[in-house]
Nanobody, 123 residues
Framework: VQLVESGGGLVQAGGSLSLSCAASGRTISTYTMGWFRQAPGKEREFVARIRWSGGSTAYGDSVKGRFTIYRDNAKNTVYLQMNSLEPEDTAVYYC?????????????????WGQGTQVTVSS
């Protein structure tokens, strides 16, 4: 599975951005899809994930109520809508795929990764 993120950029605090992750090579209907982020000098942090079967979602505590993960089966794409952005959200955001049965937040369980897209939130 190849994953390609897009949609990052520079936004002011309080603004919104929408990230996309387009998958190719295999349908992502057999994977749990996740978003992670990594800021300079920090560990990779779980942001959100969506299970393809049933579409259940989970979010990191720091983004709950502000971010929404959703998918478009027909486009083989998963999205991350980010609202009320804060400077602390500044990071490289990565899309990742794990086995369909996985429902956790450990990056070690995700097999496939995109190249990342930079999100910068100015104060």
């Amino acid at each position: 599975v190849q994953l390609v993120e897009s949609g990052g950029g520079l936004v002011q605090a309080g603004g919104s951005l929408s990230l996309s992750c387009a998958a190719s090579g295999r349908t992502i209907s057999t994977y749990t899809m996740g978003w992670f982020r990594q800021a300079p000098g920090k560990e990779r942090e779980f942001v959100a994930r969506i299970r393809w079967s049933g579409g259940s979602t989970a979010y990191g505590d720091s983004v709950k109520g502000r971010f929404t993960i959703y998918r478009d089966n027909a486009k083989n794409t998963v999205y991350l809508q980010m609202n009320s952005l804060e400077p602390e959200d500044t990071a490289v955001y990565y899309c990742a795929a794990a086995a369909a049965g996985y429902s956790g937040s450990s990056p070690n369980a995700y097999t496939y990764w995109g190249q990342g897209t930079q999100v910068t939130v100015s104060s």
